[in-house]
């Protein structure tokens, strides 16, 4: 029989926390758990950040020398954010990834984070140690340092993550002007796709079935990828799209007041994906609307095309598309297919409330 | 009729939240709900970090230069975390001024500040409005700036906050030794007769119940004590006492491999505690065990005394109590009243599991 949470007491679970996370870092004086806060040294901090940001090649010398702190919190609770058969790993890598994502969105570097965790009385502590497990696992690789935590007694397992990360030079989400081209990472609706797995309404040979089942439960952020298209400095807007595509570009529009067309053909998607048998319109709800994929979507000015080098390396270091086309806002946000077609887009995704 | 969080919707309230928190600061480049992540100009920021503490006398000679960057983070409830008859005003000022009092207790100065609400469905507009209002009312007193936020549907009311400080000389919990003096701010058990009033088991005259509640309900961080502590140079060590007086002095017995000596009658109590007819049992309870005073615990230098002009002031200006001495390790935790007599102090008070 597994160890309950209250058997070990808050305070054996935040000596678990501050084992697990216990982290030699220069710039961080004291980590989670070993005081009333984290300590982090300023300058080191900076010195850190610059030299990180200064390894990498930056395209056209937009480059600054500041350095800017970024800083992002997003809730996750069971009943709303997490799909059926999610393991307590997956939960705890999803806090960090969904935090990481935003950092990522913005071409900055994630550095710390702090996670607050709510779980019921009867949790097995086995189930506490996978979520540590799982969060300690994604922070790794995304070299992330937790530096703070907090568990609390919920009815509901709920999960809150802040990450601060740093950037030279961020990219916001404003920015983007008509004549640009629209460009993602990855492959779009594999997230949604997992889900029609999970519920057994798609079946897949397992391969891709786990493929689409690991986008749903174990989204990984795009932090190298956002940190090189920012680099590059070709990208004048981005944004993550995990409330969908759709939403997403809803939201660059109300921005930039600028209108989207998008190339249907040319927004990429997964083998998995193509081999379902579905129809247009199904496969249109899984790619614009349902959300859950955490890629980057960004605007990119069109003399990129100029530069054959750099998009060649965004295609293929960051998985980059180009999906389309910055439009005046009179024209609004639609899809075209290869027969010049035109429908609008629905402004719909995942909303939580 | 009030409307309901789900007819305003997500971006609707992400966009109350943005219109709240549209703060004008200096060093923020994008605040709150403004894109993925809040932007804060790390010079800037610095700078303000320290004009700010350099205007503070620095006793001691002690200010050193490098600036420090503190970060904590606590997640409140309202099952296990919010008294009966509390009010939403009161609830999103206790998320801040818990997160608040963790950087107060480390001698620091809080800066930036998120929080992520959990929120039932069906709740009115007016209800999460005065959330927004307690939040802003809390930060506005503490001069912290809300640079982000998340809102999402939960059966259980759920606030998660997360505080980034600033300090130049940052007071840990390790660092008292033998003959040091133990000190409190303000006055002890407030919190917990606010308690018993609002539980109708004790009665007192209108003044005195109002301003037990108010210490229940709406808790002042320490933040301008913390720092004229931090400040005077003599404190080797301080954490604050939320979980009750008894739990944290065993957290730094334990930091520190020391033991304490608690003189009672020194305990600083209110006017109300002290209209009240309990038994002096019950007194210890509310005084030492039930938490919920957000007041700092600080361990000083013996030299203090010498300084008369320093401890005046901490007396006056951050109310200052000197409760009893830093004691080898062997003699324990123990309250002595005036007659001599020695009593353990049990290692008991709030803990979430």
Same mark, same amino acid.
């Given at each position: 029989?597994?160890?309950?949470?209250?058997?070990?007491?808050?305070?054996?679970?935040?000596?678990?926390?501050? @084992?697990?996370?216990?982290?030699?870092?220069?710039?961080?004086?004291?980590?989670?758990?070993?005081?009333?806060?984290?300590?982090?040294?300023?300058?080191? %901090?900076?010195?850190?950040? %610059?030299?990180?940001?200064?390894?990498?090649?930056?395209?056209?010398?937009? +480059?600054?020398?500041?350095?800017?702190?970024?800083?992002?919190?997003?809730?996750?609770?069971?009943?709303?954010?997490?799909?059926?058969?999610?393991?307590?790993? &997956?939960?705890?890598?999803?806090?960090?990834?969904?935090?990481?994502?935003?950092?990522? +969105?913005?071409?900055?570097? =994630?550095?710390?984070?702090?996670? !607050?965790?709510?779980?019921?009385?009867?949790?097995?502590?086995?189930?506490?140690?996978? $979520?540590?497990?799982?969060?300690?696992?994604?922070?790794?690789?995304?070299?992330?340092?937790?530096?703070?935590?907090?568990?609390?007694?919920?009815?509901?397992?709920?999960?809150?993550?802040?990450?601060?990360?740093? !950037?030279?030079?961020?990219?916001?989400?404003?920015?983007?002007?008509?004549?640009?081209?629209?460009?993602?990472?990855?492959?779009?609706?594999?997230?949604?796709?997992?889900?029609?797995?999970?519920?057994?309404?798609?079946?897949?040979?397992?391969? /891709?079935?786990?493929?689409?089942?690991?986008?749903?439960?174990? =989204?990984?952020?795009?932090?190298?990828?956002?940190?090189?298209?920012?680099?590059?400095?070709?990208?004048?807007?981005?944004?993550? $799209?995990?409330?969908?595509?759709?939403?997403?570009? +809803?939201?660059?529009?109300? &921005?930039?007041?600028?209108?989207? @067309?998008?190339?249907?053909?040319?927004?990429?998607?997964?083998?998995?994906?193509?081999?379902?048998?579905?129809?247009?319109?199904?496969?249109?709800? /899984?790619?614009?609307?349902?959300?859950?994929?955490?890629?980057?979507?960004?605007?990119?000015?069109?003399?990129?095309?100029?530069?054959?080098?750099?998009?060649?390396?965004?295609?293929?270091?960051?998985?980059?598309?180009? $999906?389309?086309?910055?439009?005046?806002?009179?024209?609004?946000?639609?899809?075209?297919?290869?027969?010049?077609?035109?429908?609008?887009? !629905?402004?719909?995704?995942? &909303?939580?409330?």
């Amino acid at each position: 029989m597994s160890e309950k949470l209250e058997e070990v007491g808050e305070r054996g679970l935040i000596e678990r926390i501050r @084992e697990r996370f216990k982290e030699k870092v220069p710039f961080l004086e004291a980590g989670a758990g070993a005081d009333d806060c984290a300590v982090v040294d300023f300058d080191a %901090l900076k010195g850190a950040c %610059l030299t990180e940001v200064k390894g990498k090649k930056a395209g056209k010398g937009k +480059a600054r020398e500041a350095c800017k702190m970024l800083v992002t919190t997003d809730m996750l609770l069971k009943s709303s954010h997490f799909p059926e058969g999610i393991t307590p790993f &997956q939960m705890g890598w999803s806090v960090v990834a969904v935090n990481l994502s935003d950092i990522a +969105a913005m071409g900055a570097r =994630p550095l710390l984070l702090t996670v !607050a965790i709510g779980l019921p009385e009867g949790t097995e502590i086995s189930f506490f140690d996978e $979520i540590l497990r799982g969060i300690s696992a994604c922070c790794e690789k995304y070299q992330t340092v937790v530096v703070g935590g907090d568990i609390v007694k919920s009815a509901e397992m709920t999960f809150s993550g802040t990450c601060i990360g740093f !950037a030279t030079h961020p990219l916001r989400r404003k920015g983007a002007k008509v004549g640009d081209f629209v460009c993602v990472t990855g492959t779009l609706g594999d997230a949604a796709l997992g889900m029609k797995v999970v519920r057994g309404e798609i079946k897949l040979r397992d391969a /891709l079935a786990s493929y689409a089942k690991r986008a749903l439960f174990q =989204p990984e952020p795009r932090v190298r990828e956002g940190l090189l298209i920012a680099s590059s400095g070709y990208a004048t807007a981005m944004i993550d $799209i995990s409330d969908g595509l759709a939403i997403s570009l +809803a939201e660059l529009a109300a &921005q930039n007041g600028v209108g989207f @067309e998008i190339w249907e053909e040319s927004v990429p998607v997964s083998e998995a994906l193509k081999a379902c048998e579905i129809s247009k319109s199904e496969r249109r709800e /899984l790619v614009f609307h349902f959300g859950g994929d955490y890629e980057l979507l960004f605007t990119a000015d069109a003399s990129i095309l100029e530069d054959n080098k750099t998009l060649e390396m965004l295609k293929s270091e960051a998985k980059v598309s180009i $999906i389309g086309r910055v439009v005046p806002k009179e024209r609004g946000i639609y899809v075209k297919d290869k027969s010049g077609k035109k429908e609008q887009i !629905a402004e719909r995704g995942y &909303q939580h409330f």
